[in-house]
């Protein structure tokens, strides 16, 4: 997946920071666990944790769409090399590790199919940004604000449906309000910043990033707005290709 140059480990940049490594215990190599046949075998929250992936990547058009951009731009997906089910802290439900070109799913906080296909889109969009473009995670937060904005945005985090099932509704502008207050507790749980940095960042730049709908040519509010951008996608790609 990672094309560009390998970034230095979180304790190399900044001493007393853990760039939200201590939400995700089994990214410490300390504290990775040898796997017995009862944490993979059936009826586990690892194995289920698997089963909804593999039903994300092959019936989610978001995830099929964000693949196939992947792929288009050197850097193809493989479920075994760049998703991982472990056991994280109770306040969040995935991640990116850009040190390791890795998606992290929370295997303990994701129990529903419909949660599960968001968050693998959230941190595709998080792992796009991080093919196509120099994103610096751990020392520019304005980079680290762009690619939230982008993810909660473009994944279906503030969809209608979503946003009414936590009670919140009605406002102007609701969407855009839903995208800024969801990229800065983003950005909040993984640096050790402040909430007046964290709200800066955000504002400084979330007119250019949530007006940039790549891959999707456009906001996805639904599944069906999400097929409906995956197959323009597939006769753009396909045009060009005739050329």
Not at 144 to 151: F, G, K, P, T, V
């Amino acid at each position: 997946m990672d094309r560009s140059e390998p970034r230095p480990p979180p304790q190399e940049v900044a001493e007393g920071e853990d760039f939200g490594y201590r939400l995700f215990p089994e990214r410490r190599s300390e504290a990775k666990p040898q796997r017995s046949f009862l944490y993979t075998s059936l009826f586990t929250f690892h194995h289920k944790c698997q089963l909804m992936l593999k039903i994300a990547l092959d019936t989610s058009p978001y995830a099929q769409l964000l693949l196939d951009a992947m792929k288009q731009s050197g850097c193809t997906v493989y479920k075994d090399r760049h998703f991982a089910c472990e056991d994280c802290d109770g306040c969040v439900s995935g991640g990116f590790d850009s040190a390791t070109s890795q998606i992290v799913l929370c295997q303990n906080n994701i129990h529903q199919q419909s949660h599960m296909n968001r968050v693998v889109t959230h941190e595709l969009i998080h792992a796009f940004d991080h093919c196509r473009a120099h994103v610096d995670w751990f020392s520019n937060v304005k980079h680290l604000a762009c690619s939230e904005i982008r993810a909660a945005n473009l994944s279906g985090d503030c969809s209608l449906i979503n946003e009414m099932t936590r009670f919140k509704f009605g406002l102007k502008q609701h969407h855009q309000t839903c995208v800024r207050d969801r990229a800065i507790r983003s950005i909040l749980a993984v640096r050790k910043v402040s909430k007046e940095t964290a709200e800066e960042a955000v504002d400084g730049v979330f007119d250019s990033c949530f007006n940039d709908h790549e891959p999707f040519g456009r906001v996805p509010h639904s599944k069906s707005d999400a097929k409906y951008a995956y197959r323009n996608f597939q006769n753009r790609d396909r045009y060009y290709a005739n050329l």
